[in-house]
Structure formats: C-alpha cells, structure tokens
C-alpha cells in the first residue's frame, strides 16, 4: 500500500524558511504517483487538522493563512512533494502531514506520519 514518509521539519526563528518534503512508494500497479493530488495539511495542539495547500495542474491552492509565503511543488520523477515555506510566523508550528488522494473518484486517502515544525524566537 502507498507509504508517505514527511522530512524536514525543525525549530527556527520567525522570518526564516524551511523546506518540507514527503517521499512516496509502494505504488499499486497502474496508479504511480502522478495520478494522486498531493496534498499538506498541519495540526496545532488544540486545533483541527487544516490544508495548507494542495497541488494542481497549474501549481497550487493554498489557504489563505500561508498565501506569499508557502509553496507546493511535486517532482513526479522522484515521487515527491513539497512545501517550501517562508517567512515564517509563530502561528506556523504545528504537525505538518502529506496526504496523497487518488484522482479517480472514490478511492481511498493516504496520510503521512506527519513532520513537527516549530516557529519560536
């Protein structure tokens, strides 16, 4: 079954960046990586787990939180997607997880075990 793995996450100080990235395998035949929406989604404590952003065919969604700041990209060669995040705020830390959807309808999410990113002066 599919496996994502995030890495990256960290402790810095507001203003700086960080890069996140979720490495997928164990593909099912017909269904390599390219056709699930990759998605990031983050946790704080006491909080509901929201999306950050979700690829696209032209780039990204994003909430309107990280909107300037983040960036999801996907490397489809290497079976992974990213968060590039920037200037980073307090309000920021939190568990950051990746989420691989299958783009026909129906099929079952797949989560991540998830990257703590800690934004702290």
């Known amino acids: 079954q599919l496996q994502l793995v995030e890495s990256g996450g960290g402790l810095l100080q507001p203003g700086g960046s960080l890069r996140l990235s979720c490495a997928a395998s164990?593909?099912?035949?017909?269904?390599?990586?390219?056709?699930?929406?990759m998605s990031w989604y983050r946790q704080a404590p006491g909080k509901e787990r929201e999306l950050v952003a979700t690829?696209?065919?032209?780039?990204?969604i994003y909430a309107d939180s990280v909107k300037g700041r983040f960036t999801i990209s996907r490397d489809n060669a290497k079976n992974t997607v990213y968060l590039q995040m920037d200037k980073l705020k307090p309000e920021d830390t939190a568990v950051y997880y990746c989420?691989?959807?299958?783009?026909?309808?129906?099929?079952?999410?797949?989560w991540g075990q998830g990257t703590q990113v800690t934004v702290s002066s």
């Open positions: 164990g593909f099912s035949f017909g269904f390599p990586f390219s056709s699930y929406a």
């Open positions: 690829t696209t065919r032209t780039g990204g």
């Open positions: 989420k691989a959807d299958p783009l026909i309808p129906g099929g079952r999410g797949y």
